[in-house]
């Protein structure tokens, strides 16, 4: 379970870097890496995943295989980490929190 968290934790990283104003390669690069290490991905594997992040730098975009495997590894772990990592809270947690509306308030 820990390692679930640590992916998915590795995993918001990637998406805050590709998503925010400092979108640095070396960063993206290290999220993938560790993410497939953490995934004891194949050496096949993990070539291509470098292969791809080399031809990102000479085209200066961002490939399309290398946000496919993040999402892939997004897909496998559980929802309920992912929602932890990324802050999302249950809905279950949030309606028990909701007491309801004072026709005052209307």
Do not use: W
Request: hydrophobic letters at 40%; a negative charge.
């Amino acid at each position: 379970m820990s390692g679930e968290v640590y992916q998915a934790q590795v995993l918001r990283n990637f998406f805050d870097t590709i998503t925010g104003t400092d979108r640095n390669l070396t960063r993206i690069y290290m999220c993938v890496m560790s993410l497939a290490k953490l995934r004891m991905e194949s050496p096949e594997r993990m070539t291509f995943l470098v292969d791809q992040l080399r031809k990102s730098k000479q085209k200066r975009e961002l490939s399309v295989d290398i946000i496919d495997y993040m999402c892939d590894v997004a897909r496998d772990l559980e929802l309920v980490t992912i929602q932890t990592a990324f802050g999302v809270k249950d809905i279950n947690a949030v309606s028990d929190e909701f007491s309801g509306i004072s026709l005052d308030s209307l």
